[in-house]
């Protein structure tokens, strides 16, 4: 009887789980390389035509990571584009996030969700300095579609370091110093009664 009865629910649970079968991961890793080195001036690009997940109903998802140095500092403004206006390809909750060295997140920016067309974002982040990076890009290709495509596109600008004033403190504290100055000459010069 309990054999039966482990049987049965042993059949229900692997039912269960083809039901419920987890999106196909199709996430890739690389380094990226801007013309004449990541500096001031130069243009970071990457992109993709990442697989779907064929055959399967939950799709398929994607994490990729870029990896690149900077010469900074630097300011990284452009565009985070999914790719939609062919008629197979489709990506959603298309996400770019910015990891400096010590992998602290800066910063991440997600693409509108639509088919048909080519959804984008304004990517930007400020003062970056010379450093390994970490592009994090992630998405899913739902199941209807066979494959889904995503491009950034940043320009690298000089990024500008403005001096740090004195505080006021600062101030008091020297004119102290000089009263504390001029008090002594004048003790030194004075006869003693």
Request: one cysteine or more; aromatic letters at 10%.
């Amino acid at each position: 009887m309990w054999r039966g009865i482990i049987a049965s629910l042993a059949t229900a649970f692997i039912m269960i789980g083809q039901a419920w079968a987890a999106p196909v991961d199709v996430s890739t890793a690389g380094v990226l390389t801007c013309p004449g080195g990541c500096q001031a001036g130069s243009t970071l690009t990457a992109s993709r035509d990442a697989p779907g997940g064929a055959g399967n109903p939950d799709g398929a998802i994607f994490q990729d990571h870029y990896s690149f140095a900077l010469t900074g500092p630097v300011n990284l403004s452009g565009t985070g584009f999914a790719l939609d206006f062919i008629q197979t390809y489709n990506v959603e909750d298309l996400v770019f996030q910015l990891f400096d060295p010590g992998m602290t997140n800066l910063g991440s920016f997600a693409v509108p969700n639509g088919d048909g067309g080519a959804f984008f974002v304004p990517v930007s982040f400020s003062n970056l300095a010379t450093g390994a990076y970490t592009l994090l890009v992630s998405g899913i290709i739902p199941a209807a579609f066979e494959r889904g495509a995503y491009l950034l596109q940043a320009n690298l600008n000089q990024a500008t370091v403005s001096q740090v004033p004195l505080p006021p403190a600062i101030w008091l504290f020297l004119s102290a110093l000089v009263g504390m100055f001029s008090l002594s000459q004048m003790r030194k010069r004075s006869p003693v009664a």
